[in-house]
């Protein structure tokens, strides 16, 4: 069993009870292949709620002085994440993950990049745009949909792959594909809540 595995089976059994966790839509999310799966961003906790009810392991970006805590640093590295410079273009970090999506894995993003204070979604950064049309990948959008507090029920809702056909062959800017992801998140928090 990989620290990851197991960090998910302890994880799964301590926060599934406290908020009541349902998971929906799970059906959608692609068994094999690269995939960029986007969600909302609403509490610290979304990481691991995302990480616990994906069918797959989720890689992560995370700011880069998390992995110069010294525990912790290496833990959030053995949780598949890699670290990302905020407030700048960070090369590395968009090469990265572009390798995890060719490689047929699973790149986590939060396309508004930090928490919403408010719980309403916010404006998507060119980022996830940016991934969506350099990469084959399937994009799987994900609403959280709280409050995070124990033992009310929290929504994990998986929508089905957006198609980027057209988006791609229209070479349309990363904003407008990040604005297409925002969308459709927008679409499953309403229709779920």
């Known amino acids: 069993m990989t620290f990851y595995s197991f960090a998910k089976f302890v994880v799964y059994r301590i926060l599934k009870p406290i908020y009541r966790i349902q998971v929906i839509g799970i059906e959608h999310f692609p068994k094999d292949g690269g995939v960029l799966l986007c969600a909302n961003h609403i509490d610290n906790l ?6 616990i ?17 010294p525990v912790l640093g290496r833990i959030v590295r053995n949780l598949n994440a890699f670290p990302v410079k905020r407030g700048m273009s960070d090369r590395e970090a968009l090469r990265k993950g572009l390798s995890i999506l060719k490689e047929g894995k699973v790149l986590g993003l939060f396309p508004e990049g930090t928490r919403s204070k408010t719980g309403e979604l916010g404006k998507g950064l060119a980022g996830a745009g940016f991934f969506a049309l350099r990469s084959d990948a399937y ?38 594909a990040t604005e297409l992801i925002m969308e459709e998140i927008r679409k499953l928090i309403n229709e779920h809540k």
């Open 139 to 176: 994009i799987v959008p994900c609403a959280i949909i709280g409050p995070y507090k124990p033992f009310r029920s929290l929504k994990v809702v998986y929508g089905k792959p957006i198609d980027f056909k057209i988006l791609r062959e229209n070479k349309a800017t990363a904003e407008q």
């Open 46 to 51: 979304d990481p691991p709620i995302v990480g």
């Open 53 to 69: 009810t994906a069918p797959r392991p989720v890689h992560f970006m995370a700011k880069a002085e998390l992995f110069s805590v």
